[in-house]
């Protein structure tokens, strides 16, 4: 009894993860899952500020090449990005869109942002 208890928690841990890691995709895989929503992971490679004030994260490289974009729009107040700083691993979370031919989030609340490492 005790080990198809084992083996049944063992297939739910394993089921867990496999679902978990097919919602993550790296910056690199972004642009492959535009118009769904999903948690991305990537090295931030550069910040710009706008002089109307929106926030550009790019990951992986600089301005223009890119991978992926976390977009931060002026008047989003709410949104704190000061723990994000180049080399910075960062996770997000929403619906990836297409921009100029590159991957991009929206970022319009804060916990769109799981984590910065």
Excluded: C, W
């Amino acid at each position: 009894m005790k080990t198809k208890l084992f083996l049944l928690l063992l297939m739910f841990i394993g089921i867990s993860a496999i679902s978990y890691s097919q919602d993550t995709v790296s910056t690199k895989e972004a642009k492959n899952f535009i118009g769904e929503t999903k948690i991305v992971r990537g090295i931030v490679a550069s910040i710009f500020v706008s002089n109307k004030g929106t926030v550009l994260i790019n990951f992986d490289e600089p301005h223009p090449n890119a991978t992926f974009v976390a977009v931060i729009k002026t008047g989003t107040a709410e949104v704190s990005y000061a723990d994000v700083k180049k080399g910075s691993i960062m996770t997000i979370t929403g619906k990836i869109e297409e921009y100029k031919g590159k991957a991009e989030i929206i970022i319009t609340e804060q916990s769109q942002i799981i984590s910065v490492e």
